[in-house]
């Protein structure tokens, strides 16, 4: 049974930074691609960034360049995004997903599979 688990998530203040993870048993994350997504409050779901197969290509929207990354640890067979200089406006819950072997260019709105739970992110003074 194919399983993505996110954890990492909590209440950082403005500027802060923060690593989510996202864990993956049943499949091999150095085989597939992930991306990151998150849904604010009254909000439609936004992708956030994919990684290609061991990292080979990597893809963020505009509202996080610059300030998110995203990495893979073959070994904890977990994804990783590493966010800094939070701000309110990042504040959601977090999901990861994949969308098979390949981000591509249309990585942001292609069909992803085995969502995970999500974890909550408040970014808040």
């Known amino acids: 049974q194919v399983q993505l688990v996110e954890s990492g998530g909590g209440l950082m203040q403005p500027g802060g930074s923060l690593r989510l993870s996202c864990t993956a048993s049943?499949?091999?994350?150095?085989?597939?691609?992930v991306g990151w997504f998150r849904q604010a409050p009254g909000k439609e779901r936004e992708a956030v960034s994919c990684?290609?197969?061991?990292?080979?290509?990597?893809y963020y929207a505009d509202s996080v360049k610059g300030r998110f990354t995203t990495s893979g640890d073959n070994v904890e067979n977990t994804i990783y995004l590493h966010m800094s200089s939070l701000k309110p406006e990042d504040t959601a819950i977090y999901s990861c997903?994949?969308?098979?072997?390949?981000?591509?260019?249309?990585?942001?709105?292609?069909?992803?599979?085995?969502w995970g739970q999500g974890t909550q992110v408040t970014v808040s003074s």
């Open positions: 997903a994949t969308p098979g072997l390949l981000c591509g260019i249309n990585w942001a709105t292609k069909d992803y599979d085995y």
């Open positions: 049943g499949l091999s994350l150095d085989s597939y691609a």
């Open positions: 990684i290609g197969r061991n990292g080979a290509h990597t």
